[in-house]
């Protein structure tokens, strides 16, 4: 079964950190450009952030709110997918979805999503 | 940057009705190079991830019933909910992929 699971959301202060985690399953991994979207309490969907695979040069792209304060990686020994956040603020407020592309890909849509992550950042 | 704007904000719709759904891009999203339009579809359900329904404008994803279509190319697309079913009531999203993916502001489907 294709799965992914996150994890490492929680509460944490402005100006805090925190590292999510994102478990992949029952695809290639280390084949797949991997994916963060997040998304605010009663709000849409954003995207935050891609990774693409080694062959592809495993490089990074990230909207324009987290850039410079956020940055993905992965280990493709360990199937996983993370979300390095530094500096966050209380906006970053979201549930944080990992999600990727496996019987689409080359379409631009992402046909496998795990549950999701809470961050909440609060004094 | 690319604005995807959809409408209406959100509609109720009688069981067995028709729900249609529009999403605009501020450019078009119609590939040169293979004649596709990078347009998706998601519906999302109360405490669910979204789940991907329609891409590339028109192509139904795997196991989507057929009463859920999309139309549409360049700049203009329409997601359609045929024959409404109680398990349709959601909120539906577009999203475009121009070098970075974007989503709509949403839809949200109830019953009337």
């Known amino acids: 079964e294709v799965q992914l699971v996150e994890s490492g959301g929680g509460l944490v202060k402005p100006g805090g950190s925190l590292r999510l985690s994102c478990a992949a399953s029952?695809?290639?991994?280390?084949?797949?450009?991997m994916r963060w979207v997040r998304q605010a309490p009663g709000k849409g969907l954003e995207w935050v952030g891609r990774i693409k695979n080694k062959i592809d040069g495993a490089t990074t792209d990230f909207a324009a709110p987290v850039k410079g304060r956020f940055t993905i990686s992965r280990d493709d020994s360990k199937n996983t997918l993370y979300l390095q956040m530094n500096s966050l603020k209380i906006e970053d407020t979201a549930l944080y979805y990992c999600?990727?592309?496996?019987?689409?890909?080359?379409?631009?849509?992402?046909?496998?999503w795990g549950q999701g992550t809470m961050v909440t950042v609060s004094s | 940057d690319i604005v995807l704007t959809q409408s209406p904000d959100s509609l109720a719709v009688s069981l067995g009705e028709r729900a249609t759904i529009n999403c605009k891009s501020s450019?078009?999203?119609?590939?040169?190079?293979?004649?596709?339009?990078?347009l998706n579809w998601y519906q999302q359900k109360p405490g669910q991830p979204p789940k991907l329904l329609i891409y590339?404008?028109?192509t139904r994803e795997s196991g989507v019933p057929d009463r859920f279509s999309g139309s549409g190319s360049g700049t203009d697309f329409t997601l359609t909910i045929s024959n409404l079913q109680a398990e349709d009531v959601a909120v539906y999203y577009c999203?475009?992929?121009?070098?970075?993916?974007?989503f709509g502001p949403g839809t949200k489907v109830d019953i009337k």
């Open positions: 999203q475009l992929h121009y070098n970075t993916p974007h």
């Open positions: 450019q078009s999203l119609l590939h040169s190079s293979n004649n596709k339009n990078y």
């Open positions: 999600t990727t592309d496996v019987a689409v890909a080359g379409t631009g849509a992402f046909d496998v």
């Open positions: 590339w404008a028109s």
């Open positions: 029952g695809f290639t991994f280390s084949n797949a450009w």
